[in-house]
């Protein structure tokens, strides 16, 4: 398991990030490396979705946390051709009320399995990269949010 943690502290509402952050079709506007999103099926916990990362593969994912308006986390299974059904990414929101300075603190966490040790060696050395996209994303959300 890889494990990967990024926070920022919004100036928005906690109600105004969860708008942005629970709608599967706002993932391309704020979410490093999401091309294109959309629901399946269901809505809260269970929520079936498709996610188009920017080098084209799609992934399924299912809502796995749904707190509203707190958390929601999603796991993702590759899909297509060499996919490897073991590999799995989940992804958790978490917000904060952030009652000293106001707005919201955003806690992003990406948790990957990789499909076996040369993959996990692989991702690890991408790590600093993954890093880098949290941070983008909670910049994005920080404008988007903001915007409202």
Known sequence: ???????????????AVWDVVQRAEQLPAWLAGVRAAEVLSGEGFGRRQLVQAG???????EVIAYQEPTLI?????AKGAGARAEARTEIYVQLTA???EGGTIVRLIVVRWPAGPVKAALLRLGL????????DSLAR?????AVG
């Open 141 to 145: 959300l920080t404008d988007l949010a």
């Open 73 to 77: 986390g999603w796991r993702e299974r």
């Open 98 to 100: 952030d009652e000293g």
């Open 1 to 15: 398991m890889i494990l990967v943690e990024r926070s920022a502290h919004v100036m928005a509402p906690v109600e």
């Open 55 to 61: 080098r084209g593969a799609a992934h399924e994912a």
């Open 128 to 135: 600093r990269r993954v890093g880098a996209d949290l941070e």
